[in-house]
């Protein structure tokens, strides 16, 4: 039980789950759907780097530094400046995502994910809130955003992620990096910022 909940840590990283949330965002049956491959590969390539690929090649430095103890940051204090970084890479996805004027949907999720980003900064300065539990709250709150915004019927998929939302927040808890209330708040923040970030967009 242990291993599996590390595998599902891990394949739901907090890092990871905005590329996905992309891809849901790409294939919903929206007109996002029809954008051409090169420009669907470039906003992978944009959120990919500035969520995940970034924001991990710093994680060296702020363990030499003594920023953190380890990769695991198993204390609040220790989050704040990996969060912080990864909220300025956020913003520089979001700048460029911007730029290109593709649309205002995935502009609204990639902002929406850089201020829950930003209030567990604030939040980590007292209180462990789940990374993960916001990560997979968010990508749920987008898709139903889009739900209620588009008209899409996307009730399967969002029961997959509803499914695995609920295996990430159980291993979490099994591996006791989290209490209950930290879990629950964390997915709280998540689906409600971004669903609201995609429905307003």
């Not at 007292?126 to 997979?136: C, G, N, P």
């Not at 808890?173 to 209330?181: D, E």
Request: hydrophobic letters at 60%; proline letters at 3%; glycine letters at 8%.
């Amino acid at each position: 039980m242990k291993l599996l909940s590390k595998i599902l840590s891990f394949l739901f990283h907090p890092m990871l789950m905005p590329t996905l949330g992309i891809f849901f965002i790409l294939n919903a049956g929206t007109h996002l759907s029809y954008l051409s491959f090169e420009v669907k590969r470039v906003v992978y390539i944009i959120v990919f780097t500035s969520s995940c690929l970034l924001p991990i090649s710093l994680l060296p430095l702020f363990l030499q530094m003594k920023l953190i103890k380890s990769f695991n940051m198993d204390t609040a204090r220790e989050r704040i400046y990996p969060v912080l970084a990864a909220g300025v890479f956020y913003f520089l996805g979001y700048f460029l995502l911007s730029r290109l004027n593709i649309s205002p949907l995935l502009e609204g999720f990639v902002l929406s994910s850089l201020l829950a980003i930003l209030l567990a900064v604030g939040i980590s300065f007292f209180w462990k809130i789940s990374m993960h539990a916001i990560a997979v709250g968010g990508v749920t709150g987008a898709l139903a955003g889009i739900m209620f915004r588009y008209g899409v019927d996307l009730i399967v998929l969002t029961s997959v992620m509803l499914l695995i939302s609920g295996a990430t927040a159980s291993a979490r808890l099994y591996l006791n990096a989290h209490s209950p209330a930290q879990v629950y708040a964390g997915y709280a923040l998540g689906f409600v910022l971004v669903m609201s970030g995609v429905f307003l967009a």
